[in-house]
């Protein structure tokens, strides 16, 4: 199982960057997507879902109206496009694959560091 991460720079505030998590080794359509962050000095929080079923997406209040989260099932891949960033953004942004039935699986990428600043 791998999940790869890649898309993460240095940008500007108000700026845009877009990530991507390209997933192998699991049946990608069968799990939801998320993406999280981890500033420095913070615990990891969630930022965006997109689940297996319905494609219905969720987000972070402070990113809503910023961030789209999309998924590609026939490339294996989630995208995180994210618009007007903050400084407050800045981040390592990590990847996971979840699923609950049959059982539980939790499956993460190693991150991508985003930084936005002038």
């Known amino acids: 199982v791998q999940l790869v991460e890649s898309g993460g720079g240095l940008v500007q505030p108000g700026g845009s960057l877009r990530l991507s998590c390209a997933a192998s080794?699991?049946?990608?359509?069968?799990?939801?997507m998320r993406w999280y962050r981890q500033a420095p000095g913070k615990e990891r929080e969630w930022v965006a879902t997109?689940?297996?079923?319905?494609?219905?997406?969720d987000y972070l209040d402070s990113v809503k109206g910023r961030f789209t989260i999309s998924r590609d099932n026939a490339k294996n891949t989630v995208y995180l496009q994210m618009n007007s960033l903050r400084p407050e953004d800045t981040a390592v942004y990590y990847c996971?694959?979840?699923?609950?039935?049959?059982?539980?699986?939790?499956?993460w990428g190693q991150g991508t560091q985003v930084t936005v600043s002038s």
């Open positions: 997109s689940t297996s079923a319905s494609g219905s997406t």
């Open positions: 080794g699991f049946t990608f359509s069968s799990y939801s």
């Open positions: 996971n694959a979840r699923r609950l039935f049959p059982s539980r699986r939790d499956y």
